[in-house]
């Protein structure tokens, strides 16, 4: 019995310890933690303007100095780029995230990964792309006057799509493509329904899934169905009149953007060997219910492993295979990027907090204008 009691005791102590001794060091880190653009106050020798969030939750347009590209990057003058539901995510650094991205500021200030523009400049080890060239992808810090990509996130820029089209492909696109692809196995002939037609990701997953041969039925809102139906969807629900997931139909494959209905409603609509993608849970910004559809997207993953259908969940990964795919896609017309609303570069605020209301209709862009621009 006393050794029990020592036992409990001991333990209790050590606990206690690692307790204290974590809060301590979060409470050094959080005080000792700082942004670059703390550490950047030298006036810029060649200045570029670009969006830095300095400050979480805040974003600034700041005079900051041109990127040099090492010998295996490429300095890309930015034309266009687009914001992400992860922007705004990053932007306010949720507390689980900040031990790795700046417990009180960001430790790295850049913003935006989608892009496209023409090179600049390439290091010496470069070898796929000369400046001149009209390009899309993604870098980090790609919201800015310039912006330094490493050659694997880039490719050449199809002559039939613009650089705003391009600037709002690739989180999107690559998201869209590798969830219906690799994590759903789309297949011809399957029927496919995404939830969340209207959006970002969900414009491009229509277009995709019905280049792959797929029957595409899209769920979006009242005003989005015109919308939807114009982009290649064979159906669709408006879900303010109507639950896809009473239907008779059973899908091979759901594309789920919301994640706002449950695990058993939707395993009812899927096949007996379906997939269902989890893809995201409603969009950007903050919103009522989303730690909910969270919750409800992890049961489902755990739930999946005892049954035939599946529910997966994935990252996106930057690769230029894929990239060149999106990019033979919207050459042959069969994907075309879907632009809501542009905004300029001192307007980015307002850019997010429109993106995080919601409703946006596709991508919303960012046009990047230089003084010597035609």
């Known amino acids: 019995m006393k ?34 653009c703390e550490r950047t106050t030298a ?31 490429i300095l890309v003058k930015v034309r266009a780029a687009s914001l992400n539901a992860a922007d705004g995510h990053l932007l306010r650094g949720f507390f ?12 790295d200030s850049r913003f935006g990964i989608d892009c496209a523009g023409t090179v600049e400049a390439v290091g010496k080890n470069v070898t796929q792309f000369k400046p001149g060239d009209e390009v899309f992808g993604a870098a980090n810090g790609s919201i800015a006057e310039y912006v330094c990509a490493a050659e694997r996130t880039l490719v050449m820029k199809p002559e039939n799509i613009t650089f705003e089209q391009a600037g709002s492909v690739a989180v999107a696109g690559l ?52 919308m939807v139906r114009s982009i290649g969807a064979d159906r669709v629900i408006d879900y303010t009149k109507e639950d896809f997931t009473q239907s008779a139909q059973p899908y091979d494959l759901i594309f789920d953007n919301v994640s706002n209905h449950s695990f058993s409603e939707r395993r009812r609509i899927l096949t007996s060997n379906g997939i269902c993608v989890l893809a995201g ?8 219910g989303q730690w909910a559809r969270l919750g409800g997207s992890l049961k489902a993953l755990v739930a999946s492993w005892f049954i035939s259908q599946k529910f997966v969940t994935f990252i996106a990964r930057i690769t230029r295979e894929d990239l060149t795919i999106l990019s033979d896609l919207m050459e042959s017309g069969k994907v075309t990027p879907v632009i809501d609303k542009r905004y300029r570069l001192n307007e980015v605020a307002q850019a997010l907090r429109y993106l995080e209301e919601g409703h946006a209709q596709g991508k919303v862009v960012i046009t990047v204008e230089h003084d010597n621009y035609a």
């Open 3 to 36: 050794l029990i009691k020592r036992i409990f005791k001991w333990t209790g102590i050590v606990i206690l310890v690692v307790v204290l001794a974590s809060g301590l060091w979060l409470f050094v880190a959080y005080w000792r933690s700082s942004s670059d």
């Open 43 to 73: 006036t810029p020798t060649h200045p570029m303007k670009a969006i830095r969030k300095c400050e979480y939750g805040i974003v600034t347009l700041r005079e900051v100095e041109k990127p040099i590209p090492t010998d295996n990057q």
């Open 96 to 107: 689980a995230m900040r031990p790795f991205s700046g417990m009180r500021k960001p430790k």
């Open 175 to 226: 998201t869209a493509l590798q969830g219906l692809r690799d994590q759903g196995n789309l297949q011809p002939g399957q029927k496919v329904l995404v939830n969340g037609a209207s959006g970002g990701v969900g414009t491009f997953a229509v277009q995709i899934a019905k280049s792959f041969g797929a029957d595409v039925t899209g769920v979006c809102s009242t005003r989005n169905v015109a």
């Open 281 to 288: 849970i409603g969009g950007a910004g903050s919103h009522e």
